[in-house]
């Protein structure tokens, strides 16, 4: 064997080296991109299912208010909190269907949908301010 192939043997093993542990198509980017996507699927269809649900219990929660208090909306802050969140998830649907917000645009609106939906079930509740302020604590002075 001469000098040279050594060398140029020596350099193609740096670079296999050097691609196994940085390239973006390594055995474990390959899964780790492969369970991105597998989440993206998966939180995209509950959140689908999640929005229509979201819809029908606002509209017959509507209905349901005007029976019992004569209208149909009041801005109550649940019910504010509610058309914030309903509004969020529309926002996400729709940046999932344009190609260019796609990933991690998206997934930031879920987020962001998620924490408004703890602010909706707990925070307005603790606040004990309008109609839905059932669950609310009540601070005793001794």
Known sequence: MSRFHLVKSNTRMKETIFFKKTSFVSDKNYYKAQFIQQLDYWSYRVISL????????????????????????????????AFITWIVF??????????NLQGAN?????????LIIWICYFGVNLLGIGLHSYGSFTLTYS
């Open 90 to 99: 529309a926002i996400y649907l729709h940046t999932r269907t344009n190609k």
């Open 50 to 81: 999640g929005f229509i649900f979201l819809t029908i219990g606002i509209l017959s929660g509507a209905e349901w208010a005007n029976e019992a208090w004569g209208s149909y909306w009041s801005w109550d802050p649940k019910e504010t909190w």
């Open 106 to 114: 998206s997934a930031i609106v879920a987020t962001l949908g998620f």
